[in-house]
């Protein structure tokens, strides 16, 4: 029983003990009736503090009681000597206690049985709003289910679809319709793919990203500082959001490899948040194995055609395949509005083979130049570039090539 309960009962019993012997006193004939007085007032009082407070309180409110009747008795008779020794009076005492005891027990059972159902009741709606959640989940895997593409009814059509588009021997085409699948099989809202530098492997560098940009948009990655994308690249392996303590990891991530070496990184940073799952997860990875496949199928046949894309042992590409690279990034910009940078220089007091080593120096290995011999000029390309660098790229081309070049177009 807290203090305040304490407080109240002896308050209470005190002050109805004070009125019934007032009344008595001020309104009966005898005083002397208030011995005997039937049913006794001070029964009463005790039995409904005991029935308000329970036992304990009910054990005290009697003993006060039982103060107070002693206090009539003495004040009528004289003495107390024989207030204990005739039963017409201490039956009045015994009953002060009895009522108050019995009806104690009776409010602490009720308390007791109230709290077990109270209890009963927290428990049942604890385990109805367990069983709400996991019915919600039931009804979300369900409809996630009904969605799946493995083992639906038309899941050999939709997997020989995704098969379909990475069909392509451009690697930039791979690269351009896995944005595509994504988004569509997945519900991928932002996509990004970021390549291993071949400069320096520790960099990835953006080279393609869909959707709207969470966060800072970071366009180089230092794996160094990072421990789930540097197990990415170094072990090859696929990570979620939740696998590493990185606040700004991706929700998905995985590997392209080539040749066993991991030359590329997907990842998913923004999805429908009802088809984030497990499963979702497995069919990513799946994507990605086979977008790896289509990548190293299109390298090797890039490889084996080198010589016919590129100006003899340069690094120049040919101007007919600048253009199909230029359509791809035209594409993406269109299809995914992704920025790049498409810059012309005319050369003036320089052959492009002097300059060759100096732009395949200061450009990202995710960059292109071209050589047009028609017009004597240098076409550079670069991906997932802003407008707001160019006056910082510009500068950096003029000042690396001696400002033998005039920039034509921009």
Same mark, same amino acid.
């Given at each position: 029983?807290?203090?305040?309960?304490?407080?109240?009962?002896?308050?209470?019993?005190?002050?109805?003990?004070?009125?019934?012997?007032?009344?008595?006193?001020?309104?009966?004939?005898?005083? *002397?009736?208030?011995?005997?007085?039937?049913?006794? +007032?001070?029964?009463?009082?005790?039995?409904?503090?005991?029935?308000?407070?329970?036992?304990?309180?009910?054990?005290?409110?009697?003993?006060?009681?039982?103060?107070?009747?002693?206090?009539?008795?003495?004040?009528?008779?004289?003495?107390?000597?024989? &207030?204990?020794? #005739?039963?017409?009076?201490?039956?009045?005492?015994?009953?002060?206690?009895?009522?108050? /005891?019995?009806?104690?027990?009776?409010?602490?059972?009720?308390?007791? $049985?109230?709290?077990?159902?109270?209890?009963?009741?927290?428990?049942? #709606?604890?385990?109805?709003?367990?069983?709400?959640?996991?019915? #919600?989940?039931?009804?979300?895997?369900?409809?996630?289910?009904?969605?799946?593409?493995?083992?639906?009814?038309?899941?050999?059509?939709?997997?020989?679809?995704?098969?379909?588009?990475?069909?392509?021997?451009?690697?930039?085409?791979?690269?351009?319709?896995?944005?595509?699948?994504?988004?569509?099989?997945?519900?991928?809202?932002? *996509?990004?793919?970021?390549?291993?530098?071949?400069?320096?492997?520790?960099?990835?560098?953006?080279? &393609?990203?869909?959707?709207?940009?969470?966060?800072?948009?970071?366009?180089?990655?230092?794996?160094?500082?990072?421990?789930?994308?540097?197990?990415?690249?170094?072990?090859?392996?696929?990570?979620?959001?939740?696998?590493?303590?990185?606040?700004?990891?991706?929700?998905?991530?995985? +590997?392209?490899?080539?040749?066993?070496? *991991?030359?590329?990184?997907?990842? /998913?940073?923004?999805?429908?948040?009802?088809? !984030?799952?497990?499963?979702?997860?497995?069919?990513?990875? $799946?994507?990605?194995?086979?977008?790896?496949?289509?990548?190293?199928?299109?390298?090797?046949?890039?490889?084996?055609?080198?010589?016919?894309?590129?100006?003899?042992?340069?690094?120049?590409?040919?101007?007919?395949?600048?253009?199909?690279?230029?359509?791809?990034?035209?594409?993406?910009?269109?299809?995914?509005?992704?920025?790049?940078?498409? &810059?012309?220089?005319? !050369?003036?007091?320089?052959?492009?083979?002097? /300059?060759?080593?100096?732009?395949?120096?200061?450009?990202?290995?995710?960059?292109?130049?071209?050589?047009?011999?028609?017009?004597? #000029?240098?076409? /550079?390309?670069?991906?997932?570039? +802003? +407008?707001?660098?160019?006056?910082?790229?510009?500068?950096? $081309?003029?000042?690396?090539?001696?400002?033998? *070049?005039?920039?034509?177009?921009?």
């Amino acid at each position: 029983m807290n203090r305040k309960k304490f407080f109240y009962g002896i308050l209470e019993v005190n002050i109805f003990c004070l009125i019934v012997i007032v009344f008595f006193y001020t309104f009966a004939q005898t005083p *002397v009736n208030l011995l005997t007085a039937s049913p006794h +007032p001070f029964i009463i009082i005790a039995a409904i503090i005991g029935l308000r407070y329970g036992n304990y309180m009910g054990i005290i409110s009697a003993t006060i009681c039982s103060l107070y009747y002693g206090f009539v008795y003495q004040d009528q008779v004289g003495e107390l000597v024989t &207030l204990l020794g #005739e039963l017409q009076y201490y039956k009045y005492i015994l009953a002060i206690y009895w009522g108050a /005891i019995i009806l104690g027990i009776f409010k602490d059972n009720y308390e007791v $049985v109230t709290q077990r159902l109270n209890n009963r009741i927290i428990i049942m #709606e604890t385990g109805l709003e367990k069983l709400g959640r996991r019915y #919600e989940e039931s009804i979300a895997v369900n409809t996630d289910l009904k969605k799946q593409i493995i083992g639906a009814e038309h899941s050999i059509l939709s997997l020989y679809e995704i098969a379909s588009n990475l069909d392509s021997l451009d690697p930039e085409s791979v690269f351009t319709d896995t944005m595509g699948i994504l988004k569509r099989f997945i519900h991928a809202s932002t *996509v990004s793919i970021y390549t291993v530098d071949k400069k320096n492997p520790d960099l990835l560098r953006l080279k &393609l990203r869909m959707g709207d940009i969470h966060g800072d948009d970071i366009r180089t990655i230092d794996i160094l500082h990072s421990d789930g994308y540097r197990r990415i690249v170094k072990n090859g392996e696929t990570l979620k959001w939740n696998d590493t303590s990185e606040t700004s990891f991706p929700l998905m991530s995985a +590997p392209i490899k080539h040749d066993d070496e *991991v030359i590329a990184i997907i990842n /998913i940073e923004d999805m429908d948040f009802d088809v !984030l799952s497990e499963y979702a997860f497995n069919l990513f990875k $799946v994507i990605v194995e086979w977008v790896s496949k289509s990548i190293a199928q299109a390298i090797y046949v890039e490889q084996q055609l080198k010589e016919g894309k590129y100006l003899g042992d340069t690094n120049y590409l040919k101007f007919h395949e600048f253009e199909s690279r230029l359509a791809q990034e035209v594409r993406r910009k269109e299809e995914f509005e992704l920025d790049f940078l498409y &810059l012309k220089y005319k !050369l003036s007091d320089v052959s492009f083979e002097e /300059i060759h080593d100096y732009m395949s120096m200061f450009l990202r290995s995710v960059d292109v130049f071209s050589f047009e011999t028609r017009n004597n #000029e240098i076409h /550079i390309l670069l991906p997932a570039t +802003p +407008p707001s660098a160019f006056t910082m790229i510009n500068e950096r $081309v003029l000042k690396s090539l001696d400002y033998k *070049v005039t920039l034509v177009q921009s």
